[in-house]
């Protein structure tokens, strides 16, 4: 007799698990299981559902577990992982790439983030968030849905009112849109180009079940990567303790050391070589490596403070404790006012 598994999927406008369930289910590694898919309305009732016993796992975007953590203990469920991000990339809906705006272009992105991402590629651009059109003359109340939002910000560059706007792949998808898409990536085709870390929990997609889910099962639904990514962004937002989340680009993978062999040969970076080596110098190829990668950015978008570690995945949990205390210190020093070598120097802001 198979082993039956109910798991219930519970969408967001900027990740739609049902379609990843869809497929997870029809995998390889879940074939010998009894398994169905039903789709679950928000979170409460996701608990509710495992609660009754009629789910018995359930799937949502990390961003619908994030702050409600006391609420899954409190149902007597538990995080048992994730599954690893396919799209976490936004993308720009416009006619042209960010390098090829008009001067003084006008951008619409309701994230802080991507805002000041922007401002960094090409500070001549006129970047805001939606409610701020009705200040250059935008006419119209913003739609409060998501997606009718993503409509309504398509009707405008479509009559010319605006120049572009960012928004996930999902909502871009689901909204109908037709305008030319083109995706901010974290690694920029030429060096020193523009880059765009994603926000934290960027379609990551988590599994929640009633405690005592068997091992094996367990371990069908999880990803050995996701699981990775999601320990680690947990972690380091838990030490942050919300303090600049905001405005955090953070991007957590696996790396196998063949391409970063290759990416250090391409780039000529010594330093990403030498963290594909042991102590000796010999390379370990059979080792995969974490990646981590973060960054914060002033206002304006003139400033970065960034931090990237290579780290053997063996180590990695260790490594992240020191990253995040790493971190934090760079962010008290960026942030502390500038002490003024005499006292008749005028006050110098911040680095951040």
């Known amino acids: 007799m198979k082993d039956r598994i109910v798991l219930g999927a519970l969408d967001s406008p900027d990740c739609q698990v049902y379609e990843q369930a ?7 590694e879940l074939s010998e299981l009894d398994s169905s898919l039903v789709r679950v309305h928000d ?6 559902q495992l609660a009754s016993g009629e789910v018995d796992v359930v799937a949502m975007p990390a961003t619908e577990m994030s702050g409600n953590e006391g609420d899954i203990a409190a149902s007597g469920c538990q995080v048992i992982g ?4 396919r ?3 936004l993308i720009l809906v416009s006619p042209d790439r960010i390098a090829y705006q008009p001067r003084g272009a006008i951008i619409v992105s309701e994230s802080e983030l991507v805002r000041r991402q922007l401002l960094r590629a090409r500070p001549d651009l006129q970047v ?15 739609p409060d849905d ?13 009559d010319g009112s605006i120049d572009g706007f960012v928004t996930s792949r999902a909502e871009y998808e689901n909204s109908d849109q037709t305008e030319r898409r083109h995706t901010l990536m974290p690694f920029p085709k030429e060096r020193g180009g523009a880059h765009f870390l994603p926000p934290p929990y960027s379609n990551l997609v988590v599994f929640i079940s009633r405690a005592g889910l068997p091992i094996s099962i367990t371990e069908k639904v999880t990803e050995t990567e996701g699981n990775t990514v999601l320990w680690v962004q947990s972690r380091i937002l838990n030490e942050m303790g919300g303090l600049g989340s905001g405005v955090l680009g953070l991007q957590v993978r696996h790396r196998q050391v063949g391409s970063l062999l290759r ?3 391409e780039e000529k970076d010594l330093v990403l070589l030498q963290a594909c080596s042991d102590p000796d110098g010999e390379i370990i190829e059979d080792e995969v490596r974490v990646e981590v990668r973060m960054e914060t950015l002033s206002e304006d978008g003139r400033r970065t403070l960034a931090l990237d570690r290579m780290i053997a995945y063996a180590d990695y949990q260790h490594a992240i404790i020191t990253l995040s205390r790493d971190w934090g210190a760079l962010l008290s020093e960026a942030t502390r006012p500038v002490p003024k070598d005499h006292p008749s120097d005028e006050d110098a802001p911040s680095f951040l």
């Open 22 to 28: 869809e497929k997870l289910l029809q995998s390889s």
């Open 43 to 48: 979170l409460a009732s996701g608990l509710e």
């Open 82 to 85: 994730a599954m690893t991000p």
């Open 87 to 89: 799209r976490p990339n």
């Open 128 to 142: 805001m968030p939606p409610d701020s059109l009705a200040a250059h003359g935008i006419v119209g109340s913003v």
């Open 146 to 158: 998501s997606l009718e939002r993503s409509r309504w910000l398509g009707s405008l560059l479509g």
């Open 263 to 265: 990416q250090a040969e």
